[in-house]
């Protein structure tokens, strides 16, 4: 018998600078998903939640999903494979916006390596640099930022545990 324990995040070592992780799955995001987060988070912009506003008063003639829900998605479908197991994230260096996300739009992302250092003062952990791209349904790029993880080198990851014993297949 093999057991499988799903991989959440990386060690030190397994960020190779070029890599490219193609994140999956996608997510398409509704006319609710954008007006929830737009009030959770007070945005109350009627360019998200007006369709009058947004068909009559503005550029693009329809509703525009928040450019924030759009940034958290992308980052968040970038956790398991870089930084699931991460220290801390250190620094978000850019974030750019690069076209609309409208209701109904599939999001996808993938992230590339771009650096991996060891850190000078804890020989335990390490800092990696990566940049993630969001793309829609069409493959036109809606979202890129850059940012900087800290994360365990293989030696030093915590184990992962279970609030039960292992032998739960054996009963």
């Known amino acids: 018998m093999t057991i499988y324990d799903r991989p959440f995040g990386r060690a030190l070592e397994d960020f190779v600078v070029g890599d490219v992780y193609k994140h999956w799955p996608g997510k398409t995001i509704t006319e609710y998903d954008d007006h929830l987060f737009c009030m959770i988070t007070m945005n109350h912009h009627p360019l998200h939640t007006n369709s009058y506003f947004a068909e009559h008063e503005s550029v693009q003639g329809k509703n525009v999903v928040v450019g924030n829900l759009v940034y958290s998605l992308v980052l968040g479908m970038s956790v398991p494979?870089?930084?699931?197991?991460?220290?801390?994230?250190?620094?978000?260096?850019?974030?750019?916006?690069?076209?609309?996300?409208?209701?109904?739009?599939?999001?996808?992302?993938?992230?590339?390596?771009?650096?991996?250092?060891?850190?000078?003062?804890?020989?335990?952990?390490?800092?990696?640099?990566?940049?993630?791209?969001?793309?829609?349904?069409?493959?036109?790029?809606?979202?890129y930022f850059r940012r900087k993880v800290?994360?365990?080198?293989r030696d030093y990851m915590p184990q992962r545990q279970r609030p039960y014993s292992e032998d739960v297949w054996s009963r």
């Open 81 to 143: 494979d870089v930084s699931g197991a991460a220290i801390a994230n250190l620094e978000v260096e850019s974030l750019v916006h690069r076209n609309p996300v409208f209701h109904g739009d599939t999001v996808y992302a993938e992230t590339r390596v771009l650096e991996v250092q060891e850190s000078r003062s804890k020989v335990d952990r390490g800092v990696v640099k990566v940049e993630t791209k969001g793309f829609n349904q069409i493959g036109v790029e809606v979202c």
């Open 150 to 153: 800290m994360v365990f080198k």
